[in-house]
């Protein structure tokens, strides 16, 4: 991908995509976090996050006058969020999995799942050049809660670190914080 030049003739390069960091945030008006009282130390770091994916629906008709049909955005829908991650011997989203499940066993419906619920902020740095930690992206997953929990396959014949996966369903994410540009590099 080719880089981007400023007029002073400076190079902006690509954003790199293996600085980044994910943490809950309370949701205004719930109890407190389900991760707080678990472990007191989330956030946790992960070695990959993907589903950053949104999907508009398109909505097609015809307008009686037009040959051509018009098209109209419909419902938008938000993937869900799976991390990666060596396993933690703190076990902090596998409790947070085992709370969920307990709570869809409540045959009588009396625990809501909104201390099930926070949101996710996932954040996006440039640790290179003179400025460290550099925040270039932000994006905010809203009400999300496991729901599956995976340890990779144990082998004996490996000495490669276990990993364990989560996937969150989201409501939705927007992106809260971006800069225009990286870090900035002069040509010489």
């Known amino acids: 991908m080719p880089s981007m030049r400023t007029s002073n003739n400076k190079r902006h390069d690509p954003f790199r995509k293996f600085q980044f960091t994910l943490h809950t945030e309370a949701i205004q008006g719930t109890a407190p976090s389900i991760l707080t009282a678990i472990n007191p130390q989330f956030p946790v770091s992960f070695t990959e996050i993907s589903g950053l994916r949104s999907e508009t629906e398109l909505v097609e008709y015809k307008e009686g ?8 955005p419909g419902r938008t829908t938000f993937d869900n969020i799976s991390c990666s991650r060596g396993m933690d011997p703190n076990g902090v989203l596998q409790n947070w999995r085992n ?65 364990e996966r989560v996937e969150f369903a989201i409501e939705w994410w927007e992106l809260v914080t971006s800069t225009a540009h990286g870090v900035a590099y002069a040509d010489d």
Request: hydrophobic share 35%; charged share 25%.
């Open 65 to 72: 006058h037009l040959v051509y049909g018009r098209k109209m």
């Open 99 to 163: 709370t969920v499940i307990e709570g869809s066993m409540d045959p009588l419906g009396k625990q809501g799942d909104e201390h099930l619920r926070q949101n996710l902020v996932i954040s996006l740095y440039d640790r290179r050049g003179k400025e460290n930690n550099l925040l270039l992206k932000q994006w905010k997953c809203y009400e999300a809660f496991p729901v599956s929990y995976e340890v990779e396959d144990l082998s004996g014949g490996s000495s490669d670190v276990l990993v």
